[in-house]
Structures are given as structure tokens and as C-alpha cells.
């Protein structure tokens, strides 16, 4: 399968191409789903960083669908990592549910990054959902040591793979309609937790309005600087 006029465009951008290759799968709740692969070279190529993501090529009605994935404990000697899919109705979600070992996928890894954060930050503060997990899970990975409050926007009820710990404050934010208890519990919270915006790090990935939103409201009202924020839009309602 070709991969269009995005494939065509990243090609022109030197990104790279692999074929990962299934070797397992676990079914964590009945709307996420872990997917267990050999990284096709990737890793050797490029080093693991907190947040490191790619895109997969599907096949949607015989078009090209790419959607982007953060991969989860990455072993570059092994060149072995996971990727964890929140399911839903689409076709990546799809895909993930009917995938079993010995199947292939094609990615193209370009615009993943992490600049190293100096000084290190006093605090997390991390807004997402179960579409970001992994790269929360990542973060926290990264600064063990470090506090972290994370707002976890969730309609799951099942227990989810959070790798928190006695350093870090999980809150569980209800998905309504709109997204909007996670916006007003966010606005309400946040500022006491960073009494020195330039000492933390800020980072948000949950729907594109919900982004949106705390994204200026973390520059602007609680002037966070822009390198100690990083914001991006995971999906769109």
C-alpha cells in the first residue's frame, strides 16, 4: 500500500520508513488494548526519548489512514517495543482489535522530539486522557523522582495501565459531553500548584477544545513560559 501525498510529503522531509512486525497482545480493558511489536530497525536508528511517537499506515476502503502512536518501553537492544491503542469506532482501533502475531504494519517516524529540560522541573503538571496515557506514562518514566499532579480525563471504567506512584496525584476527571469538567477542574487547580511557573513543566494532550483552552490559560493567566509547556491536540470530538 502507497502511502499518498502525506507519504509523499514526508518522504520529501527525509523521514524514516519501518515495518513493525505483531508479536502479542493484551486486552487491558474492554476499550484499551496493548499491542506488542519488533521495532523493524527503528530503534538502532534512533534512540528512545520520553513522549517518542510514530506514525502507522492503515488501510481505510483503499486509501491511506496514518494515525500517531506513542511507543511504550522501548528496548532498543532487543528492538522490541508496545503500542497501546484507546479503541473506539475507526479504523486503527479496528485494526489493533483483529491484529495477531506475525502481522505487519508500515510506519514513518518524523516530527518526534523532547528537549532536555534544564533545570530539571520541580513539578509535573500533565493533562490527558487515555489517548495519551502512554506518553503521560512515558513522562513519568523519565523523572521518577520528580512530584507530578495528573488530570486524567477518562469514560473507562476499567483500571487502566497508570504508572504512578507515592510521587504522583492522579485525579480522574469524568468525561461529559464536552469536555468541559476537565477544562473548569484544571483552571480551578492548577494555579496553586505551580506558585513558580518557570520551575515546572507543563503538558497537555487531550481533545483539540480541551487543549486549546488550557493551553492558553496556562501561558496566559498562569504564565508558564513557553519552553516549560508543551501542548498538542490527540483527537478532536
Not at 36 to 45: E, N, R, S, V
Not at 188 to 209: F, G, H, R, S, T
Amino acid at each position: 500500500m502507497g502511502h499518498g501525498w502525506e507519504g509523499a510529503v514526508l518522504k520529501l522531509l527525509r523521514a524514516k520508513d519501518f515495518t513493525f512486525t505483531v508479536t502479542g497482545a493484551t486486552q487491558i480493558t474492554e476499550h484499551y488494548r496493548r499491542l506488542a511489536f519488533t521495532d523493524g530497525g527503528l530503534l538502532a536508528q534512533l534512540p528512545p526519548h520520553p513522549t517518542m511517537w510514530v506514525r502507522l499506515w492503515f488501510d481505510h476502503d483503499g486509501k491511506p489512514h496514518q494515525r500517531g502512536y506513542t511507543i511504550v518501553d522501548p528496548d532498543r537492544e532487543a528492538g522490541t517495543f508496545a503500542i497501546e491503542f484507546a479503541l473506539h469506532d475507526g479504523t486503527a482501533s479496528d485494526w489493533s482489535r483483529r491484529a495477531e502475531p506475525g502481522e505487519t504494519i508500515q510506519a514513518t517516524v518524523y516530527g518526534t522530539g523532547f528537549e532536555p529540560l534544564d533545570p530539571a522541573p520541580e513539578r509535573l503538571l500533565l493533562v490527558g486522557d487515555a489517548a495519551s496515557l502512554p506518553a503521560i506514562n512515558s513522562l513519568l518514566d523519565a523523572f521518577p523522582e520528580t512530584p507530578a499532579t495528573i488530570w486524567f480525563e477518562t469514560a473507562d471504567d476499567g483500571e487502566l495501565p497508570y504508572r504512578t506512584t507515592a510521587h504522583h496525584d492522579l485525579r480522574r476527571v469524568p468525561r461529559g459531553q464536552d469536555g468541559g469538567a476537565l477544562v473548569e477542574q484544571v483552571r480551578k487547580e492548577l494555579p496553586e500548584l505551580a506558585p513558580d511557573p518557570a520551575a515546572a513543566y507543563c503538558w497537555i494532550a487531550c481533545e483539540a477544545a480541551s487543549t486549546r483552552a488550557l493551553t492558553a490559560f496556562a501561558r496566559k493567566e498562569i504564565g508558564i513560559p513557553k519552553d516549560r509547556l508543551h501542548a498538542m491536540a490527540y483527537w478532536r470530538a
